[in-house]
């Protein structure tokens, strides 16, 4: 029995955002076989679970960078976050000092934007198909965990704001999930380590896991386990760091692995 651990975007869905017929048979051939499978993506809980049930997936979930993860009946069996009051340090920090970036703070059950007229927040709405929960930071509960914080900026931007937060923040973990997006968990918090709980946690050897990405937030994960396979769209810098490749996400990069 092996596992499967899949990024979404630019990974398992195509450019029109589907999973195609070919990948869809393959990966239900790969559960109906007694293998596992687990989507794993930065998208919060509510831009996951529709794509489970639209194509009928028997998928685990990994969601928010790693911050939690749900069994096959979408229990949650982890979680991990940064404090309110941590979240609000990034915040005041982030306001003060990269004015031009926009945030983003999601828990397992929200996504708290700081503008939703924000055109990057309103493609953000089109690509997870799902409505931020609202503006008020103060809906979140002081014990609810903050699964992430996501900056969203220029491209021309993001290198220099990446460099910053890291000097400012040691203790987090922080990365580029797109070009113009930086995601920022609490320490400890990522797809590697979400990857390796998930495998002890059924009894699963890393070194028999598989892991398809195609950028720099799922290094952790491809790091991780056994068997990383890069996608074709993945970044050149990637891609020298690992040495199995496959298509790219528009041409079955996932069934083709499968397949063979």
Known sequence: MRVIFSDMDGTLLNKELCI???TELALKKWTAEGNHLVLSSS????GILPVIEKYKLDAAVIALGGAVILDHSKNIMYEKGMTTEEM???????EANLPE???????????????RSNPRVLKEVSVVEVEPT????????FSEQIGKVLLMCDSESIERMESVLKGHFPNFHICQSAKTMLEINAKGSS??????????ENDLELKDAIAFGDNFNDLSMLETVGHPILMGNAPEELKRRFSRHTSDNNHDGIAEVIEK
């Open 134 to 141: 609202g503006t008020d930071l103060s809906d979140i509960g």
């Open 43 to 46: 998208r919060g809980v509510s």
């Open 20 to 22: 195609s017929k070919r």
């Open 191 to 200: 797809k590697g380590q979400a990857a390796e709980i998930y495998c002890k």
């Open 88 to 94: 609000l340090e990034v915040l005041q920090f982030v």
């Open 101 to 115: 970036a926009t945030w983003n703070v999601y828990t397992a059950s929200k996504w708290i934007v700081k503008d």
